[in-house]
């Protein structure tokens, strides 16, 4: 386990945004956990963990202990009647796994195909994607408790997950390192097609047939890389902002004055609006601010141009949210966390 000085985190963190942390170290084995803590400069409220760096704006420099878990293996570890369950290393790459399991011809996965990351962040963010969120497959959450010093394993429920949300990202924040997570995935396929536009292009790429959850992977890849800029050639932490569940009440006035809006109800009774057609309809598509802007194909995030600092970031962000919450009366939160 080598320790670096003074490293580049620029190759750490999809925005590309210019940064160096005091110590870097890589982890590619989860057992070595009690050893880095051991370290003499380890504290662990100073300890920036990293996966793919696909969800994080750094604002400047780390002056602590940055470390990237880069730990690798899927195994199966309990079969039943219709199902399988899978466990996945932290340092798994998310679509890898994704497509990995639809080889073994296992479902559930298929429509967060293509997702930036890796599998140890999936719980922390609680990622989801046209209708299904990762906290609907995922049976365990393994971890090391850095407080008491000792691997321990969390039950779906115990990790209070919610839109976007967790316990990893609330209480348990600090508190855990990710070590790996159990999938529990269904052998029978069950299509989940009815969020935004998958069916329509389902239906056109597979015409007179059967779908298979192979299909739905591709139409997801086919929108997503229609929409999203690919991280490797334009900066990007995917969606910057969530979609705001608002009270049905000020749904419905709003759809009233904008029939053509976007709107999902949801179970608990709010309606979820899509944050990227209220940025679009306030004009700023390709607006840019120093080296950030919005994507002229996708206002729902925000891209480096080449050059952007973390306050061109932060200053358009908050032009984002401010044009919003003035037009449409609504509230946008921003999905990468700030470092």
Not at 23 to 33: C, N, P, V
Not at 47 to 64: A, T
Not at 82 to 111: I, K
């Amino acid at each position: 386990m080598d320790i670096i000085a003074n490293a580049d985190l620029r190759p750490f963190n999809t925005f590309g945004l210019p940064a160096r942390a005091r110590y870097f170290a890589e982890l590619t084995d989860a057992a070595r956990l009690p050893d880095l803590c051991a370290l003499p400069f380890f504290e662990r409220e100073k300890v920036l963990w990293l996966g793919g760096g696909s969800n994080i704006i750094l604002r400047g420099d780390y002056p602590g202990l940055a470390v990237r878990l880069a730990n690798r293996g899927i195994r199966e570890t309990r079969r039943a009647p219709g199902h399988v369950w899978l466990e996945a290393q932290a340092g798994e790459n998310w679509h890898g796994f994704v497509r990995h399991t639809l080889a073994l011809g296992l479902n559930g996965l298929e429509n967060l195909s293509l997702i930036p990351g890796t599998v140890g962040a999936s719980p922390v963010q609680n990622i989801g994607a046209y209708g299904v969120e990762a906290k609907d497959l995922i049976d365990t959450v393994n971890c090391y408790d850095l407080a008491e010093h000792r691997f321990v394993s969390l039950a779906n429920a115990e990790c209070r997950f919610a839109y976007r949300d967790s316990l990893f990202k609330r209480e348990g924040r600090g508190c855990y390192v990710i070590t790996s997570v159990v999938f529990k995935l269904a052998e029978r396929f069950t299509p989940r097609t009815a969020y935004g536009d998958l069916a329509d292009v389902l239906a056109a790429s597979c015409p007179g047939r059967e779908i298979t959850a192979a299909d739905v992977s591709a139409a997801v890849c086919r929108i997503r890389r229609a929409k999203l800029p690919d991280p490797a050639r334009l900066g990007n932490a995917g969606s910057f902002f969530k979609n705001p569940a608002v009270p049905a009440a000020q749904a419905a006035a709003l759809a009233a004055a904008h029939p053509a809006m976007p709107r999902y109800p949801q179970s608990d009774g709010t309606v979820k609006l899509a944050a990227g057609w209220l940025i679009e309809q306030c004009g700023l598509k390709g607006r840019s601010i120093g080296g950030a802007a919005v994507h002229d194909k996708q206002a729902l995030v925000l891209v480096n141009t080449g050059r952007a600092t973390a306050a061109d970031v932060a200053v358009l962000a908050a032009l984002v949210q401010n044009t919003v919450a003035e037009r449409f009366g609504v509230e946008l939160e921003s999905e990468p966390v700030w470092v």
